[in-house]
C-alpha cells in the first residue's frame, strides 16, 4: 500500500486515520499541530508523540510538500511559486505582502475547465483537479519557508483567496477538507472572513458551501446582462445570472461576512461603459449585499481583450459609487512576473482542447458612448 500523505487530511480525516492504527484521537492533534502549527516533516521531531506512533508512520505515512519548479519576485515584494503536480502538470501560487496583511492565491486545479474569456488558466484547457493534499501543500510551503526567510515563529499569512488556477468548486470535495485545514485552530487558525473561494458561479455548490464550511466569497460576474456574460463566462449559460444571484443571497444567510463580493474584470469597450455601470447598479442594488471589486485586465495575446483605460475605469467607478455601491478598483500586484489577476497559467497537459475552442469570433456588444 503507497504511504499516505498525511497534507491530505483536515482534523476529523486523521483522527480517524489514527484510530485505523489502533492509536487515540488526541495524538491526531497532537500530529496535527506538529505538521500545520511547526512545519515538521520528519516525524522524530514530533518529541511528545509515542516513539511506537513515530514508528508506524515511518512506514505508512509521510509529509511532502510539492516539489518547486521556479520562484520569480516582483519589484512590489510579491512572490510567485511554479509547483510541480506530477505527469507534466504545474500550477502556481502566489503570495501578496502588504502592510497589514498577508495573502497566499491557491491553486485548486491544473488549469480550468470554465474557459472565461479574460483569463490565461482558461486559455491552457484543463487536466485535472487537485487533491486535497496538494491544495493545503502550498499553504504549508509558502507559510513555514516565509517564517524561516523572516527568521520568525509569528504567522506570515493572514489570508488565503481560492483564486488561483481553476475553479474551486469545480472541485468541492478536495477543497472542503483544506478549507477546514486553514480554519482549524489547531492547523492555521484562519478565520472564516479570512479564507475567500472565488466562484464563476457554480449555484449547487455555492449551496453545498453555505452548509458545509462558509467562507468569504467572490463571485467572477463581469458583465450586467446574461447575452454579454455568456461569452465572457460560459458557465453562466448553464447558470444564468437572476439563479446566481439567488444563490448569493442564500449563501449571505450563513456568510461571515455581510456581503458578497463581486469580481468585474475591466475590458475595454466590452463591459466597460458607463451604461453598462447602470446596468449593474440595476441589477444588484437593493437586491444583494455585495461590493464591487473593479479588476484592470491583464493582457495575454490569446485573449483577443483590452485593458479599459483608467478614465473608463474610474467613470464606471463613479457610476457605482454615486448609487451607493461600495467599489474599489483593485491594485495591480505581480504584473512584471505574470503573477496578477487572471495571469496564472502554469503548464497545463490539456485534455480539453483549448487550444482549438477557445478560438473565437471577438466578444459582440453595442458600444455605448
Known sequence: MDAVNLLGFDLTGLAAYCEELGEK?????????????????????????????RDKLKGRAHITALPVISEHVSADGTIKWLFDVGAGNAVEAVFIPEDDRGTLCVSSQAGCAVGCRFCSTGHQGFSRNL????????????????????NT?????????????????QNYDQLVPALKT??????????????????????????????????????????????LRDQLVPLNKKYPI????????RYLEK???????????????VNDAPEQARELVALLKHKVSCKINLI??????????????NARVQAFA?????????????????DDIDAACGQLAGEVQDRTRAHIRMVRAPVTVAKSA
Request: hydrophobic share 40%; with cysteine; charged share 20%.
Open 153 to 169: 515563529t509569528e504567522r506570515v499569512i493572514s489570508n488565503v483567496v481560492m483564486m488561483g488556477m481553476g475553479e474551486p468548486l
Open 131 to 150: 487533491t486535497t493534499a496538494e491544495i493545503t501543500a502550498q499553504l504549508w510551503f509558502a507559510e513555514h519557508a516565509l517564517r524561516k526567510r523572516q
Open 296 to 309: 484592470p485586465f491583464n493582457p495575454f495575446p490569446a485573449s483577443g481583450l483590452v485593458r479599459s483605460t
Open 182 to 227: 486553514m480554519l482549524d485552530d489547531h492547523g492555521y487558525g484562519l478565520s472564516r472572513r479570512r479564507v475567500t473561494v472565488s466562484t464563476s458561479g457554480v449555484v449547487p455548490m455555492i449551496d453545498r458551501l453555505r452548509e458545509d464550511c462558509p467562507v468569504a466569497l467572490a463571485v467572477s460576474l463581469h458583465a450586467p446582462t446574461d447575452p
Open 255 to 269: 456568510a461571515p461576512r455581510d456581503f458578497i463580493t463581486f469580481e468585474y474584470c475591466m475590458l475595454q469597450e
Open 318 to 334: 463613479d457610476v457605482l459609487i454615486q448609487a451607493g455601491i461600495v467599489t474599489t478598483v483593485r491594485k495591480t500586484r505581480g
Open 25 to 53: 484521537k488526541f495524538r491526531a492533534t497532537q500530529l496535527f499541530r506538529w505538521i500545520h502549527q511547526k512545519g515538521a516533516s520528519d516525524f522524530e521531531q514530533m518529541s511528545d508523540l509515542a516513539k511506537s506512533l
Open 242 to 249: 437572476a439563479e446566481l444571484l439567488a444563490a448569493c443571497n
